[in-house]
């Protein structure tokens, strides 16, 4: 069975995901944070985004190594280095809009996502999973949440990462990303058909994971 959960940034789909895939038994995906390796990936190397050829040859070079664990933080290793928390970092988050539209890099993830659940029971969690990924999924939702609500959970992600950074601009950035996001040619952000949508401005993460778990003891 194949679990999605699909949202812009900060309205909660990483914690919710886990705590969901803990509950059933389920294992983890979170698909973000392999664009955002990608992403990391690219500004180490230099690589041109608007060159087609320098974005091939670098996605076949890539070594990327992913553990999702439900009761860890996630472990991203590139070429056998630990970048799981670098990925978190502003310079990445202001670049992994842009990477994760090249169409070359969404068929390499989209690829190794579907590999990686072809055998299991799986949460995952991203931006397309319900619409793109995984559109015949026993079970869809997508989290929505206000912006300030949104940007004080970026503020402890950045926090989380040693980085300081002023709450208006957090959500500056989360408001033209959305708009980047949902306006993209390639897997733009948007609810899957038949997707259920969780407002999670005012719930808890315990809430919000509880609605999604009865909703599918319901069904």
């Excluded at 169409?103 to 993830?109: H, Q, S």
């Excluded at 799986?122 to 609500?149: C, M, Q, S, W």
Aim: glycine letters at 4%; hydrophobic letters at 40%; proline letters at 2%.
């Amino acid at each position: 069975m194949v679990i999605t959960i699909d949202g812009a940034a900060g309205v909660g789909k990483t914690t919710t995901a886990k705590k969901l895939a803990r509950m059933l038994g389920f294992r983890y995906l979170d698909t973000g944070a392999m664009y955002r390796a990608i992403t990391y990936f690219f500004i180490q190397h230099q690589v041109d985004i608007e060159s087609k050829n320098m974005v091939i040859s670098s996605l076949d070079t890539l070594n990327l190594d992913v553990s999702f664990p439900i009761d860890r933080p996630t472990k991203i290793v590139l070429d056998g280095e630990d970048i799981s928390e670098d990925i978190r970092k502003k310079v990445v988050t202001n670049r992994v809009s842009q990477v994760s539209a090249i169409e070359d890099v969404r068929k390499k993830m989209v690829k190794i996502q579907k590999e990686i659940v072809s055998d299991g029971n799986f949460v995952v969690e991203g931006r397309d999973i319900g619409t793109v990924v995984f559109p015949n999924a026993e079970h869809k939702f997508f989290l929505v949440a206000d912006y300030d609500t949104r940007a004080k959970r970026r503020l402890k992600d950045f926090h989380s990462v040693n980085e300081e950074l002023d709450l208006s601009d957090i959500k500056n950035d989360l408001i033209r990303r959305d708009e980047r996001d949902k306006n993209r040619k390639l897997s733009p952000l948007k609810k899957a058909e038949g997707a259920v949508v969780i407002d999670t401005s005012n719930c808890s993460i315990d809430e919000q994971v509880e609605s999604i778990y009865k909703y599918i003891e319901r069904v």
